[in-house]
């Protein structure tokens, strides 16, 4: 069984800064607890826009605090996300969040990250994986 605590993970190699400065996020369960996906409590800052693509993974993500717009490239749609709130990427799609008030939510992805990543040029996270026995 495996405890933690968002403040435990303050400030450790699970906490990361994203490198655009627009997000934080704390790493809760990674690949390298092998249970098929990972789970991360992510913080968008107000007045930010990220574009992201996660082309290599599928996320679902549920707003406890903040408020963002979403807006799929799919399809054109814009969405209001606001506490309570979930979706679901199941399609890979192209999307921006455009944050309105500081924007924390629950994440989750399959495949599992391993912590490392990053969004690259075109947003998306790069497929990492854990060397055998990590």
Request: charged content about 25%; overall charge negative; proline content about 4%.
């Given at each position: 069984?495996?405890?933690?605590?968002?403040?435990?993970?303050e400030n450790t190699?699970?906490?990361?800064?994203?490198?655009?400065?627009?997000?934080?996020?704390?790493?809760?369960?990674?690949?390298?607890e092998r249970v098929?996906?990972?789970?991360?409590?992510?913080?968008?800052?107000?007045?930010?826009?990220?574009?992201?693509?996660?082309?290599?993974?599928?996320?679902?993500?549920?707003?406890?605090?903040?408020?963002?717009?979403?807006?799929?490239?799919?399809?054109?749609?814009?969405?209001?996300?606001?506490?309570?709130?979930?979706y679901l990427l199941?399609?890979?799609?192209?999307?921006?969040?455009?944050?309105?008030?500081?924007?924390?939510?629950?994440?989750?992805?399959?495949?599992?990250?391993?912590?490392?990543?990053?969004?690259?040029?075109?947003?998306?996270?790069?497929?990492?994986?854990?060397?055998?026995?990590?």
């Open positions: 069984m495996i405890v933690r605590t968002f403040a435990e993970l190699e699970r906490h990361v800064k994203s490198a655009s400065g627009t997000w934080e996020s704390k790493r809760i369960v990674l690949a390298r098929g996906f990972s789970l991360h409590e992510t913080v968008l800052y107000a007045g930010t826009e990220t574009a992201m693509w996660y082309a290599n993974h599928v996320e679902a993500v549920v707003c406890t605090a903040g408020e963002a717009e979403l807006t799929d490239h799919e399809t054109g749609t814009t969405y209001t996300i606001t506490p309570g709130t979930m199941d399609g890979h799609e192209r999307h921006t969040l455009r944050v309105k008030e500081d924007f924390r939510c629950l994440c989750v992805f399959n495949p599992p990250v391993t912590g490392r990543e990053d969004h690259d040029e075109n947003g998306v996270y790069p497929l990492l994986t854990e060397p055998e026995g990590a």
